[in-house]
């Protein structure tokens, strides 16, 4: 089996900073991208950051400036630090893991976590 956990989601004032954070585990042989989604009530879910194992990385228009993906391959993590939040940003927030796990088929869809709620308050 595979975990996708994330944390580090809160209540933020407009121009406020936050972390994510996303954490895989189980049978792991390799993790390839990892990335962050987001859904906003009433609206489609979205990819805000995505970055492979090499490092190389790719934003959503909308947070680009604003928002860095890192991860550490040695921990199976990835995070997201989130500046210069505005209202727009307050989403659930998802991260998807695509991973090879010993014993296990491969899914194409990734492993994906229970979401972290992103509230920016005007």
């Known amino acids: 089996q595979v975990q996708v956990v994330e944390s580090g989601g809160g209540l933020v004032q407009a121009g406020g900073s936050l972390r994510l954070s996303c954490a895989a585990s189980?049978?792991?042989?390799?993790?390839?991208?990892m990335g962050w989604h987001r859904q906003a009530p009433g609206k489609q879910r979205e990819l805000v950051a995505v970055i492979n194992s090499g490092g190389s990385t790719n934003y959503a228009d909308s947070v680009k400036g604003r928002f860095t993906i890192s991860r550490n391959n040695a921990k199976n993590t990835v995070y997201l630090q989130m500046n210069s939040l505005k209202p727009d940003d307050t989403a659930v927030y998802y991260c998807?893991?695509?991973?090879?796990?010993?014993?296990?088929?491969?899914?194409?869809?990734?492993?994906w976590g229970q979401g972290t709620q992103v509230t920016v308050s005007s």
């Open positions: 998807n893991a695509d991973v090879r796990a010993y014993g296990l088929q491969y899914k194409e869809s990734g492993y």
């Open positions: 189980g049978s792991i042989l390799r993790i390839n991208a």
